[in-house]
């Protein structure tokens, strides 16, 4: 009857939103992820750069 059309109908439109809501997230997760790869190349690089200097020290502590 009506109240069953009226539940499937609610249903179906929050099971759009939910849709749009899982694309907009996966789309935030791989933006941050993209982020993360990033954040994780610059802090290898940095680190590599921090053991050449350290190995260019004098090894005495004056």
């Given at each position: 009857?009506v ?37 994780t ?22």
């Open positions: 009857g109240i069953l059309q009226a539940e499937w109908e609610e249903v179906a439109s929050r099971a759009d939103l939910l849709k749009q809501e899982n694309s907009s997230l996966k789309e935030e997760l791989k933006q941050l992820q993209e982020k993360c790869d990033n954040l190349s610059e802090n290898t690089s940095l680190h590599e750069k921090l053991k050449a200097l350290d190995s260019e020290k004098p090894n005495g502590n004056l």
